[in-house]
């Protein structure tokens, strides 16, 4: 049974890089058929997509985050990252990553089926 | 980007009742509209994608239609594990967006 689990620090200060790592565990992220999504929900507000990678390599990143956010992946280690740059409080959230696959009979149709517990992030000196 | 509603925002309901959420969008998204449910400090939870096929494992109290840019979300008989928030999210186009949730409590 695939798990995913978020790392990286709970406190950033502004200005400064925000590091997530999320990592796989009961499967390889590198056996295809997914993508792998960063999520985030402002205190007791939405959901927020920021972007995904696909074990290759290839990513998008929302593009109304005016591309703070860099994602990344480590087939190696059956990991993928996120990164913030120049971070501020507006940034205060709890980051999900998700991993996206397509249906087994709806081969069109992806949706986020896997999720991991979440980690809040909050941007204060 | 594809702008999400819901509504209602919130609404108290009762065990037993049938709820029914709707979600609309700025523009046409065929059916590719997905449902979650989000209990207070967990993750969200697919219960329904392709706006109308169940995950498995979702019992099938729950139930979603719709097409184009007006979806519904259906609890035909509320139990008490349902208490909770609800979140469309369009897979149209990307950037993928989400509704700004429904809350639903006693």
């Known amino acids: 049974q695939m798990q995913l689990q978020e790392s990286g620090p709970g406190l950033v200060k502004p200005s400064q890089t925000l590091s997530l790592t999320c990592t796989v565990s009961?499967?390889?992220?590198?056996?295809?058929?997914?993508?792998w999504n960063w999520i985030r929900q402002h205190p007791g507000k939405g959901l927020e997509w920021i972007g995904h990678?696909?074990?290759?390599?290839?990513?998008y990143h929302n593009p109304s985050l005016k591309s703070r956010f860099t994602i990344s992946v480590d087939t190696s280690k059956n990991q993928f990252s996120l990164k913030l740059s120049s971070a501020t409080a507006a940034d205060t959230a709890v980051y999900y990553c998700a991993r996206e696959k397509r249906g087994d009979d709806l081969l069109d149709y992806w949706y986020f089926d896997l999720w991991g517990r979440g980690t809040l992030v909050t941007v204060s000196s | 980007d594809i702008q999400m509603t819901q509504s209602p925002s919130s609404l108290s309901a009762s065990v037993g009742d049938r709820v029914t959420i709707t979600c609309r969008t700025s523009?046409?998204?065929?059916?590719?509209l997905n449902w979650y449910q989000q209990k207070p400090g967990k993750a969200p939870k697919l219960l329904i994608y392709?706006?109308?096929s169940l995950q498995t494992g979702v019992p099938s109290r729950f139930s979603g239609g719709g097409s184009g840019t007006d979806f519904t979300l259906v609890i035909s008989s509320l139990q008490p594990e349902d208490f909770a928030s609800y979140f469309c999210?369009?897979?149209?186009?990307?950037?993928?967006?989400f509704g700004p949730g429904t809350k639903v409590d006693i």
């Open positions: 523009e046409s998204i065929s059916n590719f």
């Open positions: 009961g499967g390889s992220i590198s056996s295809g058929g997914y993508y």
């Open positions: 392709a706006a109308s």
């Open positions: 990678i696909y074990y290759s390599g290839s990513t």
């Open positions: 999210q369009q897979r149209f186009a990307a950037p993928f967006t």
